[in-house]
C-alpha cells in the first residue's frame, strides 16, 4: 500500500511563526503535492513537485513556499503564519502527474 | 476551465437501503475520473479511477460507473461504517498545475 506521513497532525501557532509542514512518501513516487482543505472550499492545491529541487504553483500558493530536497520528502513552509491559514493541509504524491493521487492522514493547523 | 458538481450534498439512508451518489463533469478531455472517501479529520482514501465511458469498478458495496457527462458511486446495502464523505476528482489537461478539479463532495450517513 502506499503510504505517505505528515509527521505533525495538529499544530497551534502564533500569527508571525514560520511553520514548517513535513510529507515522506515511500513509494518512491515522482510528484509530490500540497492541498488545502477548507469548509464549502473543498480541496485547494498550493504547490507540487515533479523533481527533486524542482515545483511548479498551485492555484493558491500566496503565503507559502515549498523545499523538496530529497525525492521521498516534501516540505511546506508558512514563512509568517496568518489567522486566515488556519486550515487542515494535505500532502499526496503520485507515481506521475496523470496518475491517481494518494494522499496522507492530514495536518490541523491552528494560527492565533 | 473544467467543473465538477456532486450531488446530493448530504444522504441519510437507512442501513441496507441503497443508493447513487452523482458526479458531473464538464471537461476538456478526460483523463481519469477518480472517488475518494474522507473520514472525519482524515486525509481522503483512494477507492477508484475510472478511464473511460461504460468501465466500471468494484469494491465490497461500492460500485462506480462513468459516462461521457458523470460518473455515480452506487452503494449497495450500505452499513454504518460506509458514513463518511465522498469525493470525486476528474484529472484531464484543462485542470489544474496538477490536472485534477476536486467536487466538493457527498457527506453520506448511515443510520443503524
Known amino acids: 500500500d502506499v503510504k505517505v506521513t505528515q509527521s505533525s497532525r495538529y499544530l497551534v501557532k502564533r500569527t508571525g511563526e514560520k511553520v514548517f509542514l513535513e510529507c515522506v512518501q515511500d513509494m518512491d513516487h515522482e510528484n509530490m503535492f500540497w492541498y488545502r482543505q477548507d469548509p464549502g472550499l473543498g480541496l485547494r492545491l498550493i504547490y507540487f513537485s515533479y523533481d527533486v529541487k524542482m515545483k511548479e504553483k498551485g492555484d493558491i500558493p500566496e503565503g507559502y513556499s515549498v523545499s523538496r530536497e530529497k525525492k521521498e520528502r516534501f516540505s511546506l513552509i508558512l514563512e509568517s503564519a496568518s489567522t486566515n491559514q488556519t486550515s487542515m493541509y494535505l500532502c499526496?504524491?503520485?507515481?506521475?502527474?496523470?496518475?491517481?493521487?494518494?494522499f496522507g492522514e492530514g495536518s490541523w493547523l491552528t494560527v492565533v | 476551465e473544467d467543473q465538477v458538481t456532486q450531488s446530493p450534498e448530504a444522504l441519510r439512508l437507512q442501513e441496507g437501503e441503497s443508493s447513487s451518489l452523482n458526479c458531473s463533469y464538464t471537461?476538456?478531455?478526460?483523463?481519469?475520473l477518480f472517488w475518494y472517501r474522507q473520514d472525519p479529520g482524515k486525509g481522503p482514501e483512494f477507492l477508484f479511477t475510472l478511464y473511460s465511458a461504460g468501465e466500471e469498478k468494484e469494491k465490497e458495496r461500492l460500485k462506480a460507473t462513468l459516462t461521457k457527462k458523470e460518473s455515480f458511486l452506487h452503494i449497495t446495502a450500505p452499513k454504518p461504517e460506509d458514513s463518511a464523505t465522498y469525493l470525486c476528482a476528474v484529472q484531464s489537461a484543462g485542470g489544474g498545475a496538477d490536472g485534477l478539479t476536486f467536487g466538493k463532495g457527498t457527506h453520506l450517513i448511515i443510520q443503524p
Open positions: 471537461v476538456s478531455g478526460l483523463r481519469g
Open positions: 499526496a504524491s503520485s507515481v506521475e502527474v496523470m496518475n491517481t493521487i494518494y
